[in-house]
């Protein structure tokens, strides 16, 4: 039988989308082999407007700045992480920080998330975990998604688990295996459409329900051949300013049919991702499917997805759909502070399940 565990961490979540830096602290318990958690204290903090130009067009800056911007934005995460213990007078056990993603090319050897752990660990003199993608993809993986083994072991009530981020990645149990990929992407093509408007986001998808679908750009998106690709499979924000964006972007068509369309296309691509996953499921009616991240608060494109499925979507409570990420990032680092596998090769394709992180001891 495995012992009891109890530890604390902080998990700190930048994402694609740029909407900010999650915080969460949440105290993991484990007995009688289960895994459960609690999160007691979670806050998002806005990217500054410098600090989102600085982020969105840091991959064609030279290597000094970039060296520099890693350093920063360590420095950033570790004063906000610091803040975020102190005033609510915390006592972690350990931090667990995803970085920001800056370039995500597996097929090419290489992913790279910014934000020095060293810097966090230095400030919050808290022992850091970070780096969990890089390990994964020395070992012949596509070093994403890295959620599903938080899927399994700590979300395990839910058939399907769907999360709409910058990228909506889909996760779930096949057999004695978990498969989980990248599904299309969601809030980066969203905010970029609403940022045209001045708004920072599409509130309530209403800027997409005002328009219309056109179906050229939408059989255009649908055939990309990212779509025809089988699993293990992941996208890089690379792919989808070379890619997709221009397709969107430059397409002769109002704004609001442009975002309507890009919702269609998302709902498509997650229905099609649902029903290969629930395959030769008994009672498919009866499944659920977990639906969180940013893109679960946009109502236009929940409705959307609950008419085109006949599975039922669970949206759970605000803190579950903001936080998850960070939440199963911090659990992340307690599996690797546990020295238990963290990152699961059925769902990467890396060469074996593995324990990945980088430590930085405070």
């Not at 792919?239 to 890009?262: G, H, Q, R, Y």
């Not at 006949?310 to 605000?318: A, F, G, L, T, W």
Request: charged share 20%; aromatic share 8%.
């Amino acid at each position: 039988m495995e012992k009891e565990i109890e530890i604390s961490a902080v998990g700190i979540m930048s994402g694609t989308s740029l909407d900010g830096v999650d915080l969460a602290f949440c105290r993991f318990t484990r007995r009688d082999n289960k895994w459960n958690y609690i999160i007691e204290v979670s806050e998002t903090k806005a990217y500054s407007a410098d600090w989102k130009k600085r982020l969105a067009t840091i991959m064609l800056t030279d290597a000094a700045l970039y060296a520099r911007t890693h350093a920063d934005l360590g420095r950033l995460f570790g004063t906000l992480a610091k803040k975020f213990i102190d005033s609510n007078h915390l006592i972690p056990d350990l931090i667990a920080s995803h970085g920001h993603t800056v370039f995500h090319q597996p097929h090419n050897g290489f992913t790279a998330q910014i934000g020095d752990g060293s810097q966090i660990a230095a400030i919050t003199q808290v022992d850091t975990v970070c780096d969990f993608r890089s390990k994964d993809v020395a070992l012949g993986g596509q070093g994403a998604p890295l959620v599903p083994i938080g899927d399994r072991l700590l979300f395990n009530q839910y058939d399907v688990c769907i999360n709409l981020g910058g990228i909506a990645n889909i996760s779930y149990q096949k057999s004695d295996k978990r498969i989980a990929f990248d599904v299309c992407p969601v809030n980066i093509v969203l905010n970029e459409l609403a940022a045209l408007t001045g708004k920072s986001y599409d509130e309530d998808g209403k800027l997409a329900a005002s328009g219309l679908p056109d179906k050229q750009l939408l059989d255009v998106l649908n055939q990309l051949d990212y779509y025809k690709q089988t699993f293990p499979k992941s996208i890089g924000r690379e792919w989808i300013d070379k890619t997709f964006l221009p397709l969107v972007l430059n397409s002769n068509m109002a704004l609001e049919n442009k975002a309507c369309t890009v919702c269609n296309h998302i709902v498509r691509q997650l229905v099609a991702a649902i029903d290969s996953a629930l395959i030769g499921r008994p009672n498919a009616e009866e499944l659920k499917v977990l639906v969180t991240g940013g893109g679960a608060f946009n109502k236009y494109l929940m409705n959307l997805l609950q008419k085109a499925t006949k599975h039922q979507i669970v949206i759970p409570d605000e803190k579950t759909i903001a936080f998850k990420e960070a939440i199963i990032f911090a659990f992340l680092g307690v599996l690797f502070k546990c020295g238990e596998e963290n990152v699961l090769s059925s769902v990467t394709g890396a060469k074996r399940n593995h324990v990945s992180g980088a430590l930085y001891k405070a």
